[in-house]
């Protein structure tokens, strides 16, 4: 196994050499290095006192006597920038201030763990280096980056490892692929090639789906959360099975029957909530009424809070843990992280419609745990629910992971863009690339950027360019769709890009310039500054939404070289909406595709550039670049009477034009760049060469 060896006795830094490892062992054995090591050591001992002061450990010309070693990766002529080859070497650095004595104890401890390689003395005699080599279980190649966060997970591992068997500390340092250290002098290290070799576990990067395992989505894209169907039978069958042993033992004494129901469910473990409901729709239960159901129940089921009875808790204790109490068995809440707003409904097992709860609802919630003797006021209920004690939940992530696996038997983003008629022979392509940006951004992938494209879809009325855009997203994620963004409120359209994953700039040639700007800004933002009603605080949010457009205007783009965020397509006729969507295969397309390292989700420089190009012929020719077309033509001819400047140019424009609308300097300028007249020199003069149509003569 080779390492890097780098030389540094003329005050520079030679090139890095890859030298056997072993070599290198048998060199620090040697006498050779004994001379410039001992001399080292000896000033580390005398200035160790001075060294708490700040001043160095021996001085630079000392150190330069000895070659610097790095264990991690091989490195070439090419320098420390490009590694050649990575070792899987660990190096830790062990102090010991006592000195050799602690040096030789612990290097008895440390040659006893299988997994070191190399032990030695530090070349200031007051640490014990270990070289340990490790490895990730089942890893792919590694790149640079990925290399560096091994050592990281690597280096960690081994220094709990070794802090818990040799008994020592470790000097933590950020680790690197240049970290090393000197060669030194030590006839009594140990080396062992078979070593064992240590085994990393690998930090895992957090799929965000992963909280929503088990979510079932269906072909239309419906998501039910509701518990498995074998286990809803059991819940039914037990409690039916409970009724009726309660109905023989009870017999006709309603109020008896009532209170075995109530023991046998709680001897059965069955949720309180979802029987006390079921007993409450009972005929023979009725009569008594909801509130002798609901406290017959309550009693039976009653149990101290945590083990810990309400004798022992203070009065807040006791509130707040009567109220958790009364929400977890009565009412399932979750915090819709993409709403901003709090979710409930009964726990009764019937899984109705989640509601947002409003003050109204909040209200309600507080009349029933006050009517069960509660002593809470809604003010202590409202600060439990806008707790983090209410778990977070986002309904697109579920929505995503419910749609479970690709089954690879159609591209079906592509199919879907297929509907929509068209002559750009890259439309399903580039729709293909731009749905994964939009599911991308709703994963938060990416850190640095948002989903920046817009698909422009032109074309007439009628065609259903909207019902394409309004079915992208499936029925019951339509509540995450705008069909049109107002642009007056900055703080509304703040919102906006964190509460929605898709907006559909419907004729979007209505805009007005300043409203076109504001959204050619918004697509490159990546987080969201926001701010709650009643606050005077802002929270940055992940960017969540991505943008699809419709006009009828044929040159819906301004002139000039700002296109490149649009993607303009030109429908040829009506889209085609019929037959079903198959929505569960779509996304799980996106999220599989997505998960492959190699995935491209976003729009290249190149991609960027050919779109440009194809734009061209949907941008609005402006009246400078109009004129500048009637009256001149580029011309290969360069002779002085054709060169022209664009003050020259800008004085002939004054003999057709009146002055008002003669363009300034800057306005002409970018005209003739959007012509592509090109640009030539004339001695020191810069200017074009062109010919004056004879028109204009």
């Known amino acids: 196994m080779k390492i890097t060896k780098i030389n540094t006795k003329t005050g520079k830094a030679n090139a890095p050499v890859s030298t056997e490892l072993s070599a290198i062992v048998e060199r620090m054995r040697s006498p050779e290095i004994k001379a410039a090591a001992d001399r080292i050591a000896s000033l580390t001992l005398q200035s160790r006192l001075v060294m708490e002061q700040g001043a160095p450990r021996y001085s630079i010309s000392d150190v330069e006597l000895l070659p610097y070693l790095i264990f991690s990766a091989t490195f070439g002529k090419d320098g420390l920038s490009k590694p050649i080859r990575f070792t899987s070497l660990v190096l830790l650095d062990i102090p010991c201030p006592q000195g050799i004595t602690q040096i030789r104890e612990l290097k008895q401890r440390v040659r006893q763990i299988p997994y070191t390689m190399l032990a030695f003395a530090g070349v200031s005699g007051v640490t014990l280096k270990v070289v340990v080599r490790c490895h990730y279980a089942n890893a792919e190649a590694l790149d640079v980056d990925d290399y560096t966060a091994f050592l990281r997970d690597a280096h960690e591992s081994a220094a709990r490892l070794y802090t818990a068997l040799a008994k020592c500390d470790l000097y933590v340092e950020e680790m690197q692929l240049t970290n090393g250290c000197r060669m030194s002098y030590d006839p009594q290290l140990y080396y062992n090639p078979e070593a064992e070799v240590l085994p990393v576990v690998r930090e895992q990067k957090a799929d965000p789906l992963a909280p929503y395992e088990g979510a079932k989505t269906d072909d239309e894209g419906n998501v039910s959360d509701d518990i498995d169907l074998a286990e809803r039978q059991r819940i039914e069958l037990e409690y039916q099975v409970c009724l009726s042993k309660a109905i023989d033992d009870g017999g006709d004494d309603a109020e008896k029957c009532l209170q075995m129901l109530a023991d046998y469910c709680n001897k059965a473990r069955l949720p309180e909530e979802g029987c006390t409901a079921r007993a409450s729709w009972n005929a023979r239960f009725k009569p008594l009424g909801e509130d002798v159901v609901r406290k017959t129940f309550r009693n039976s089921y009653k149990k101290p809070y945590n083990g810990v009875p309400i004798s022992q808790m203070n009065e807040k204790e006791r509130i707040m843990r009567s109220i958790e109490d009364f929400l977890s068995r009565r009412y399932e809440l979750r915090y819709n992280v993409v709403k901003g707003i709090t979710e409930f409904r009964p726990n009764d097992l019937r899984f109705k419609q989640w509601k947002p709860l409003t003050d109204r609802e909040l209200k309600s919630l507080v009349v029933e745990e006050m009517k069960e003797g509660g002593e809470s006021w809604m003010n202590d209920i409202r600060t439990y629910i806008e707790s983090a004690h209410v778990e977070d939940y986002n309904p697109i992530l579920e929505f995503l992971a419910g749609c479970g696996a690709?089954?690879?038997?159609?591209?079906?983003?592509?199919?879907?863009?297929?509907?929509?008629?068209?002559?750009?022979?890259?439309?399903?392509?580039?729709?293909?690339?731009?749905?994964?940006?939009?599911?991308?951004?709703?994963?938060?992938?990416?850190?640095?950027y948002g989903n920046s494209m817009v698909p422009m879809l032109i074309g007439e009325q009628g065609y259903l360019k909207t019902q394409f855009c309004n079915h992208i997203l499936p029925e019951s994620m339509r509540e995450y769709y705008m069909k049109d963004i107002k642009m007056d409120n900055a703080e509304q359209v703040e919102r906006v890009l964190g509460r929605m994953w898709l907006v559909n700039i419907d004729e979007y040639d209505s805009k007005t310039q300043r409203e076109q700007a504001k959204i050619k800004r918004l697509l490159t933002e990546k987080e969201v500054q926001t701010r709650k009603m009643r606050s005077d605080q802002y929270t940055l949010t992940p960017r969540l939404c991505s943008f699809i457009a419709t006009t009828n205007d044929v040159t819906p783009l301004p002139s000039g070289d700002g296109t490149r965020r649009y993607l303009c397509v030109e429908v040829t006729g009506k889209v085609d909406m019929s037959g079903r969507i198959p929505y569960k295969q779509m996304f799980a397309q996106a999220v599989a595709e997505l998960r492959q390292p190699d995935c491209v989700y976003w729009f290249t420089a190149e991609d960027e550039q050919d779109i440009q190009c194809h734009n061209r012929q949907y941008q609005?020719?402006?009246?400078?670049?109009?004129?500048?077309?009637?009256?001149?033509?580029?011309?290969?001819?360069?002779?002085?009477?054709?060169?022209?400047?664009?003050?020259?140019?800008?004085?002939?424009?004054?003999?057709?034009l009146k002055t008002s609308d003669v363009p300034n300097l800057t306005v002409l300028g970018k005209a003739i760049k959007k012509l592509r007249w090109k640009r030539c020199k004339n001695g020191n003069i810069r200017g074009y060469y062109l010919h004056l149509r004879k028109t204009a003569q």
């Open 406 to 448: 690709w089954d690879r038997k159609h591209n079906y983003i592509e199919d879907f863009a297929r509907r929509l008629p068209t002559t750009f022979e890259h439309w399903p392509k580039y729709f293909h690339r731009w749905f994964l940006a939009m599911v991308a951004q709703a994963l938060n992938l990416n850190k640095d």
């Open 620 to 656: 609005q020719e402006s009246a400078p670049e109009m004129v500048l077309s009637e009256l001149f033509e580029p011309t290969l001819k360069h002779s002085k009477e054709c060169f022209w400047t664009a003050t020259a140019i800008q004085k002939e424009l004054g003999n057709h």
